[in-house]
C-alpha cells in the first residue's frame, strides 16, 4: 500500500492543528478526572480523622414557639429560632425536602462524571469561554484601571456549555410524535413502566396515543431521573433539562445548586467564583443571572425556591420574588421556623463529614448569602416606599423604579410550544391570569 501525496492529504499545519485539539480535550478531560479524584481523597482523608466522638453541633432544642409566624415572613426578614416539625402537614413537608435534597448527591459521581464530559465538546466550549472572558476583560479594563470583568473564565464556561445544550443537545418534548407515522399525539394517562424503563430508573411514565384514527400506535414517554441516562434519551421537559444540566456543570468542575419550586419549576445555580456568589441559570431558557424571570418575567406567583447542593440547602425565594406583595404566593405548608429547621437539617446532614476549615467556610458563604438575600428584600422596601415621592404624588404619577435584575426579566418563556405555554399561564406579563398551579407534570 502507498501513501499518496495528492492535494487530497490534509496539510501537515492542519494536521497539527486537529491533534493539538485532540490532545487538549484529552488534557481538559485529565485535569477536571485528577482534580475529582483528588477533591474525594481529601474529602475521605477529613472524615476518616473526623473523631467518632458525639457531634457538638447537635441538632438545637428551641422553647416551642406558641404562635406560628405569619406567612411570608421569612420574605421580611423576621430573625426565627429554628422549631422541629410536629404537625403531620410539616412533617410530609420535611420528608419530601430531605427526598429532594438528594438530587445533587446522584452527580457527585467522578466516573460517570468522566463519562458524561465525553459526549459534550470540549474544544468548543472552552474557546468559546476563552473568548468570551477576554471580551469581558477588554471591556472591563475599557472602563478604568482596577475594574473587574463581569464573568470569570469559569463563569464562561457554563454559559457556554448552557448555550451547546440548549442549541444543539437536549430537545424539548411536549406530547411526543408518533413513532410510526410522526403524527402528533394526544395524552391518555399513564401506564406502568416497563423493566427496563424501570432499569433506568424511570417510576413513571406517561401514555401517549397517536392522533390519526387509522394509526393508533401508542407511544410511551418514561420520565427519566437519571441525569446519566438523560445523556443519552436527550430530551424532555424541564425537570429533565435541569437535572441533566446541573449535572454537566459539575462535570466541567463548578459547584451546583439544583433550585426546587413549589410552583412546579426547576433551575439551576452555578456558584461564581469570580462574583463571590450563586447565579441563577435556567438552560431551558438559555437564562443566565436572570432570577426575576419567573416573577416580574412570566407574571408567576411563587411560594418556595428551596436550593439544594453537595453541601447544603437553602431557602433562595427571596433572590426569585423580589417583591412579595405582588409575586408571592402562600407559604403554607409548613412554618417559617420549621422550614429553618429543616434547612439546618439537611446542611448539618451534608456536613457531617467534613473539616472544621471546609465547614467554617460553607458557613461564611451562607452568611454571605442571607446577607445578599436580605439585601433584595430592603431594596424592595425602599424602592416601594422611595416610588411615592412628592413630585409623583403632585404630578398624579407614581412609578416604580426598576429593580436593575427587572429589566432583564421582561420577556416570556422561549421554551415549549404556545399551548404549552398557555397552559402554565407563562407568556410573561400582562397575560390575563391563569393557574399556576398547571396540569401538567414537571
Ligand atoms: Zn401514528
Redesign the pocket.
Known sequence: MEHSHGASRPSAANVDATQLATELTERFRQVLSTKRLNDLSSRSVQSRSASPAPRDFGTPQPPPVQNAPPSYSSLRNIPLVPEPPQDARSLRFKNMLHSLSNMPLRWENPGLLDEALRVVPLEQIYSEAEEESQILQAEAESLGAGKKAAWGYQDCVVRALMRWFKRSFFSWVNNPP?G??Y?PTIGVGMAAPLPDEQARGANQVELYK?S?DH?G?YERYPRYNDAFVLLQTRRGRCGEWANCFSMLCRAVGSRVRWVWNAEDQVWTEVYSVHRKRWVHVDVCEEAWDKPLLYTQGWGKKLSYCIAFSADGAMDVTRRYVRDPTKYSAERSRAPEAVLHHIMTEIRNMRRNNMGKQEKFRLEGEDMREDRELRTYVITSIAQSVSKINADDIINGRLSARADPDAQKALEGRTNGNAQWIRSRGEQGRGTPGQDPHNQHPR
Open positions: 408518533c410510526r407515522c403524527s397517536c390519526l394509526c400506535t
